[in-house]
């Protein structure tokens, strides 16, 4: 399973936002799943080991900030 680590980020509202975060964190080394929820604005991230550092650059990388 790995480590769990979970992200809020506020700028997600929609579906499109959703597939690009899930999209870039998905490319990152290491992550094996990543659950986003939009209701809440946390995004989870599943694998082994988590570069908290490249998971933000990811975030970012879609467009979005985490908190």
Excluded: F, N, W
Excluded at 38 to 63: C, F, H, N, Q, S
Aim: glycine share 12%; charged share 25%; hydrophobic share 40%.
């Amino acid at each position: 399973m790995g480590e769990q680590s979970t992200y809020t980020v506020p700028g997600m509202h929609c579906g499109h936002c959703e597939r690009a975060v899930k999209e870039e964190v998905g490319g990152v080394a290491g992550v094996t799943a990543v659950e986003v929820d939009l209701d809440t604005k946390l995004v989870t991230v599943t694998g082994a080991p988590l570069d908290d550092a490249a998971i933000r650059a990811a975030i970012e990388e879609a467009g979005y900030e985490a908190a």
